[in-house]
């Protein structure tokens, strides 16, 4: 099965700077990279996702590059701010049955 | 409103106690499926369901059982609960299956099993 890979586990980021996190997974047939936000006490909710056939995605602060060569994506997120503070979770599908396997998460703190 | 609803939000419970977490969604969406959240291991895939009647194994199914008798719900059914199933559970479901499309996450169930 799928399995991904997501680091850093922690991140502390001054408001303004930039954040990137980068997950590997390990089948190559892998064709769809979502992230997901999980604010403290809320449920995850889907910010970006990038499908195999682009290599980067942008939507307003927020982008997403896949590197299909060496299988890892990652999120950036630009100019930060409080509000980005949250746990963020890459997955990707199983291509050979129906699962979806997420990373162990990233914890991202924005400082003021 | 679309959404996925879980019921209970909260529950505290002892060892061997069956219990059963509803998820139901009015989305019409095929694929559902529960995760458990656990610090530091992100989010686990239990079971998921690809329709009426299709249930499969995720990453950890064990302990845990779950049926698919109408489109809309998803219950996940602990037979004997055990300390180690504690937890913040997530049911989710989305529009196409083999998880390819937005998943919509519940509001999340958290057991404590004593």
């Known amino acids: 099965g799928e399995n991904v890979e997501q680091h850093p586990s922690t991140l502390s980021v001054q408001e303004g700077d930039s954040a990137v996190i980068k997950c590997t997974y390990s089948d190559s047939a892998s064709n769809y990279f979502p992230w997901y936000k999980q604010e403290l006490g809320k449920r995850p909710q889907l910010i970006i996702d990038?499908?195999?056939?682009?290599g980067e995605k942008k939507d307003q602060r927020i982008a997403v590059t896949l590197n299909k060569t060496a299988k890892h994506f990652s999120l950036h997120i630009t100019e930060t701010q409080p509000e980005d503070s949250a746990v963020y979770f890459c997955a990707a599908p199983d291509v050979h049955d129906y699962k979806l396997s997420f990373g162990a998460g990233t914890t991202v703190t924005v400082r003021a | 409103e679309a959404q996925v609803t879980q019921n209970p939000r909260y529950l505290i419970t002892v060892t061997g106690k069956k219990l059963t977490v509803t998820c139901s969604q009015n989305?019409?969406?095929?694929?559902m499926s529960w995760y458990r959240q656990d610090p530091g291991l992100g989010l686990r895939q239990i079971y998921y369901s690809m329709n009426v009647e299709v249930t499969d194994k995720g990453d950890v199914p064990e302990g845990y059982k779950v049926s698919r008798k109408e489109k809309r719900n998803f219950p996940l059914i602990l037979e004997s609960p055990s300390p180690n199933q504690t937890s913040l559970y997530f049911c989710?479901?989305?529009?196409?299956?083999?998880?390819?499309?937005?998943?919509?996450f519940g509001p999340g169930t958290r057991l404590l099993v004593l």
């Open positions: 989710a479901s989305s529009l196409v299956s083999q998880g390819r499309e937005t998943q919509y």
């Open positions: 989305m019409n969406h095929e694929y």
């Open positions: 990038i499908r195999s056939n682009v």
